[in-house]
C-alpha cells in the first residue's frame, strides 16, 4: 500500500511539475525574445523587468521535472507502475526528448558572456522550447484535443514575437535626410 501511495505521488508531482513547467517556459521564451523588440514596448519592459525570473523558475522546474520524470520512469520500468498506453519505445524517446531539453535548456542559461558567440549559447532556450514541446506532446498523459489547441496557440504567439524580433532588428531607422 505504502508504495503504491508513494508511486502515485510521483506520478502525480512529476505531471504537477510539467504542467506549471510548459507556461513557464513559454514564458520564459516569449519574454526572452520581446527584451530587445523596440515594436512592442509594453511587453519589452515587463520582458525586461521579469524574464531572469521567470527563467531561473523554468530551469529549476525543469530540472525538478527532469530528476521526477527519471524516477516514474525507473519505476515504470522497474515494475511497480504500469506501462503507458502508448508502450515503451515512446516512454524511452520522450525520455531522450527530455534529457535533450534539459541539457538544452542548462546550457542556454549558463551565463552566455562566457562564450565566444553568447547570442548562438542563448539561442539555444529555442531548441531547448521546441524539444520540450515535442516531449509534453508525445509523452505527455495529460495531452487532450484541449491542450494541443492551446500548445498551438501558444506556440503562434512565440512565432509571432520572434517574427517581431527578427523584423525590428531589420529596421534600421529614419532614411538620412
Not at 520581446?34 to 514596448?41: E, G, S, Y
Not at 531539453?101 to 532556450?125: E, K
Request: glycine share 12%.
Amino acid at each position: 500500500m505504502a508504495g503504491t501511495l508513494a508511486t502515485l505521488a510521483l506520478w502525480y508531482t512529476d505531471r504537477g511539475s510539467a504542467i506549471v513547467l510548459y507556461p513557464a517556459l513559454w514564458a520564459a521564451v516569449v519574454t526572452g525574445a520581446a527584451r530587445r523588440v523596440d515594436a512592442l514596448p509594453g511587453l519589452r519592459d515587463v520582458s525586461r523587468r521579469y524574464h531572469v525570473h521567470v527563467s531561473v523558475f523554468a530551469v529549476l522546474l525543469g530540472l525538478l521535472h527532469g530528476v521526477l520524470g527519471t524516477l516514474d520512469t525507473a519505476v515504470i520500468f522497474d515494475g511497480a507502475a504500469p506501462m503507458p498506453a502508448y508502450g515503451p519505445v515512446v516512454l524511452l524517446v520522450g525520455v531522450a526528448v527530455g534529457a535533450l531539453f534539459t541539457g538544452i535548456a542548462v546550457l542556454g542559461f549558463l551565463d552566455p558572456r562566457r562564450f565566444d558567440r553568447p547570442g548562438v549559447v542563448h539561442a539555444l532556450a529555442y531548441l531547448g522550447f521546441a524539444a520540450g514541446t515535442l516531449h509534453a506532446l508525445a509523452v505527455g498523459t495529460d495531452v487532450t484535443v484541449l491542450v494541443v489547441q492551446g500548445v498551438f496557440g501558444s506556440l503562434g504567439v512565440v512565432a509571432f514575437v520572434l517574427a517581431v524580433r527578427v523584423l525590428d532588428g531589420l529596421h534600421v531607422g529614419p532614411a538620412a535626410q
